[in-house]
Nanobody, 124 residues
Framework: QVQLVESGGGLVQAGDSLRLSCAAS????????MGWFRQPPGKEREFVAWISGGGGSTFYADSVKGRFTVSRGNAKNTLYLQMDGLKPEDTAIYYC?????????????????WGQGTQVTVSS
């Protein structure tokens, strides 16, 4: 059974950093592409970042480009999102998601498995 578990969220001040982790079980992450999404209060889920199966390609939403970095762990079954320069508008529940297939996609409907989410709150 595939399971994705996010961790690392919390309450921080504007300008601070956080690193989110996503641990996978039931499969080998390196054979899938992965995405990070977030859902701000009262809004729809939105794309944040994507990484290819081998980790060599990444894409980011314009709103986080230059501040967030997605990476895969050496163990290959862990995904990370390093978030620097956090802003109050980054406040959201953050989800990792897994997608069958090598192509970059931003729509949540294109992803097959989801974690339960971790809350990130950035105060001003």
């Amino acid at each position: 059974q595939v399971q994705l578990v996010e961790s690392g969220g919390g309450l921080v001040q504007a300008g601070d950093s956080l690193r989110l982790s996503c641990a996978a079980s039931g499969l080998t992450l390196s054979t899938y592409t992965m995405g990070w999404f977030r859902q701000p209060p009262g809004k729809e889920r939105e794309f944040v970042a994507w990484i290819s199966g081998g980790g060599g390609s990444t894409f980011y939403a314009d709103s986080v480009k230059g501040r967030f970095t997605v990476s895969r762990g050496n163990a290959k079954n862990t995904l990370y999102l390093q978030m620097d320069g956090l802003k109050p508008e980054d406040t959201a529940i953050y989800y990792c998601a897994l997608r069958h297939g090598p192509v970059f996609r931003t729509a949540p409907s294109e992803y097959n498995y989801w974690g339960q989410g971790t809350q990130v709150t950035v105060s001003s």
